[in-house]
């Protein structure tokens, strides 16, 4: 692996990922990831420190606490906390992580970044998950359609 897009494509295939800051929020970005995943038979492990569970899943307070611990996070936790979550996934094993961002990868956090690297921990960072998902609605698809026609679409 070691394009961007093999990364995307290695983290989209495993059966297994956990949500790093998985919103209480039925509306938000991270819960509508959540469920089309979810429709799509991944096995989906929760962590977020604030809940004990969310629509009925349990909810992990740590990504150590999760047996065993999953390839692959999605880290969707408030901007100051990526560095720790980050440093947190590192430690406890996981592979890969994926920070979120429309725009890019101006969108992630240094830190997070530096701490990825000092541990080996490889990320993908700045991409929409759901440009990559071929279940995703149609206007995920348009979006992949433009960032591949602009040129921002991953090699």
Not at 6 to 35: C, H, T
Not at 41 to 59: M, Y
Not at 89 to 99: I, P, S, T
Request: glycine content about 6%; aromatic content about 10%; proline content about 7%.
């Amino acid at each position: 692996m070691t394009t961007q897009l093999e990364r995307i494509n290695w983290f989209l295939q495993q059966p297994r990922m956990a949500f790093v800051g998985l919103s209480r929020d039925p509306k938000s970005f991270s819960r509508m990831l959540y469920k089309q995943l979810e429709q799509d038979g991944k096995e989906l492990l929760i962590v977020n420190r604030l809940a004990d569970n969310i629509d009925g899943h349990p909810a992990f307070k740590s990504i150590s606490a999760l047996t065993p611990v999953p390839e692959c996070a999605f880290v969707l936790v408030g901007k100051d906390q990526v560095p720790g979550a980050v440093e947190e996934c590192a430690l406890a094993g996981v592979k890969m992580v994926w920070l979120f961002g429309v725009t890019g990868e101006k969108e992630v956090s240094p830190e997070a970044v530096n701490i990825a690297k000092e541990k080996s921990l490889p990320l993908i960072t700045g991409y929409c998950p759901f440009m990559f998902l071929d279940s995703a609605p149609t206007f995920h698809k348009i979006h992949r359609w433009i960032w591949k026609v602009i040129g921002f679409y991953p090699k």
